[in-house]
């Protein structure tokens, strides 16, 4: 009996889990990051899509849902895209229309992406940056600290209460992230090393086949990784940890301390390989990729309790001052009184 019931105990403890109420603001501020971090990677690479929209045709190898060409669009078509991107990214980060801006920008920017992909390497680490920014377009990730809001609130709407609503795209993202990273460990463990990845020596391979192709490709290797490369313990070090952290990651969906506690490991692996590889990750780099695990309505909070101690102080003082007009009173740093 114990063994019918547990299955479903646990598997309503994860219905619970995913379903539990949330405020708005833990969807808006991932929507306001993710958005500011989209526009920050795009804005400074439009030169460059513009440069790959006028590659030689014959490199054109569709990816995705571009997939659906046979050959590459014309160029000033291919830019106007890029630039309607940019406008939909920039609405989506202020929140403004984003029942229709929403899903355009995570429409654009899984098109932008596949795109440029299409041409040259395909680079993988955009793939959790695109299912975050669907995730959030989709969801109603503008009901708090947003224009639309903004617009509600002048017309007598109130901030929405805590609803599951905005808590399961939450703890979906939550889940891409951790799925990503698990699926990173399995690749390790699955691999011909097996679990003796974990000793460093495929570790320490790696970085001196990466220093190796750099060096001879006219680049610079990390000097830490070169300073490093005469000793096995530190890789052992780097490599047990860093599978730890990649198989333990849907721990992180557990409880929220957990999601902090593992999400600040899994930022400062990434620091790591960029100290060892000189190799950048700037989606995990930038914190961003673990926005959807932060509580991000405690700022709200923070703020109403920081508004009301100002206004508790602002009547003491004033009730001081009616009190006793010509004793100096010192209240917010000024002088009260004379």
Not at 23 to 34: E, F
């Amino acid at each position: 009996m114990r063994r019918r019931t547990r299955p479903r105990a646990w598997a309503a403890a994860a219905a619970r889990r995913l379903f539990e109420a949330a405020p708005p603001q833990r969807l808006a501020g991932s929507r306001i990051v993710l958005g500011a971090y989209t526009l920050a990677y795009l804005l400074p690479r439009r030169r460059m899509f513009a440069t790959v929209h006028r590659t030689d045709p014959a490199l054109f190898a569709p990816v995705g849902p571009v997939r659906v060409l046979r050959r590459p669009l014309p160029a000033p078509v291919a830019d106007g895209l890029v630039l309607a991107e940019l406008a939909a990214a920039t609405a989506f980060t202020v929140g403004l229309c984003h029942r229709v801006t929403g899903p355009a920008h995570a429409a654009l920017l899984l098109w932008t992406v596949s795109y440029r992909n299409s041409w040259s390497m395909i680079f993988h680490s955009d793939n959790t940056t695109v299912l975050h920014t669907v995730i959030a377009g989709v969801s109603p990730s503008a009901d708090a600290w947003s224009v639309d809001a903004l617009v509600r609130g002048r017309r007598g709407a109130r901030t929405p209460a805590p609803h599951w609503c905005y808590g399961y795209p939450a703890h979906v993202a939550s889940g891409v992230t951790a799925v990503t990273y698990w699926l990173a460990g399995m690749a390790k463990v699955t691999g011909p090393l097996g679990w003796r990845w974990g000793t460093g020596a495929a570790l320490r391979s790696q970085v001196a086949a990466d220093a190796l192709r750099k060096e001879v490709l006219g680049s610079s290797a990390a000097p830490l990784g070169k300073a490093l490369y005469g000793h096995r313990t530190p890789w052992a070090l780097a490599a047990g940890p860093s599978l730890a952290i990649e198989l333990g990651a849907p721990v992180a969906l557990l409880h929220p301390r957990l999601a902090r506690l593992w999400a600040i490991s899994a930022l400062g692996m990434h620091w790591g390989i960029k100290a060892l590889m000189d190799i950048t990750f700037r989606y995990q780099l930038s914190g961003v990729a673990y926005a959807s695990l932060v509580p991000w309505e405690e700022l709200d909070r923070l703020s109403r309790v920081g508004a009301g101690s100002r206004l508790v102080r602002s009547r003491f003082c004033r009730a001081d001052e009616a009190a006793e007009p010509k004793r100096k009173w010192h209240c917010r740093g000024r002088r009260i009184g004379t």
